[in-house]
T-cell receptor
């Protein structure tokens, strides 16, 4: 079966840095995605990793270690608007659907 | 950027009726689209893979006779919830990718409430 684990909830304060971890055990691996989802809205794309290492995009960075089945999303200089659910997703085989973790609800306070 | 449009965004229907949800790729052709369902505070669960010109592939536990999927063109897939019941109330979202293994673009989602 497919299994993607991430913490259920996290809290942080404005201006801080937060790291959201994701571990996966899937039948195959063709890439890992991070999405942001605000309540009642569709997910929006944040990052994509297929090779080991760190991908940086502005305030957001994502890291992947395929040998460990592990990824993290790093959010810097947190803002109130970053309060949302963050979804880790894996494509097990080429051309198949994304398989999502349960999501991590991040609450940013002032 | 690529856009996937989903309609309607909200629908309320009576028990026993059917509801059709449309998913369109606006500026690209999508031979494959995916339908997900999301319950409150839960993750997206894949329901089925919609293939243009052929039958959809359903995930285990999803009733194909209840959730009818039609992918008649390269830009349109429809999900029809037949004989809806209150337990079918959920957030339904479609997605499509321009190329294999690239980011999935999501529709706006449809909030279905069955009363």
């Amino acid at each position: 079966g497919q299994n993607i684990d991430q913490p259920t909830e996290m809290t942080a304060t404005e201006g801080a840095i937060v790291q959201i971890n994701c571990t996966y055990q899937t039948s195959g691996f063709n890439g890992l995605f991070w999405y942001q989802q605000h309540a009642g809205e569709a997910p929006t794309f944040l990052s994509y990793n297929v090779l080991d290492g760190l991908e940086e995009k502005g305030r957001f960075s994502s890291f992947l270690s395929r040998s460990k089945g592990y990824s993290y999303l790093l959010l810097k200089e947190l803002q109130m608007k970053d309060s949302a659910s963050y979804l880790c997703a894996v494509i097990p085989q080429a051309g198949t659907a994304l398989i999502f973790g349960k999501g991590t609800t991040l609450s940013v306070s002032s | 950027g690529a856009v996937v449009s989903q309609h309607p965004s909200r629908v309320i229907c009576k028990s026993g009726t059917s509801v059709k949800i449309e998913c369109r790729s606006l500026d690209f052709q999508a031979t494959t689209m995916f339908w997900y369902r999301q319950f409150p505070k839960k993750s997206l669960m894949l329901m089925a893979t919609s293939n243009e010109g052929s039958k959809a592939t359903y995930e285990q536990g999803v009733e194909k006779d209840k959730f009818l999927i039609n992918h008649a063109s390269l830009t349109l897939s429809t999900l029809t919830v037949t004989s809806a019941h209150p337990e079918d109330s959920s957030f339904y979202i479609c997605s499509a990718s321009i190329q294999v293994n690239t980011e999935a673009f999501f529709g706006q989602g449809t909030r279905l409430t069955v009363v």
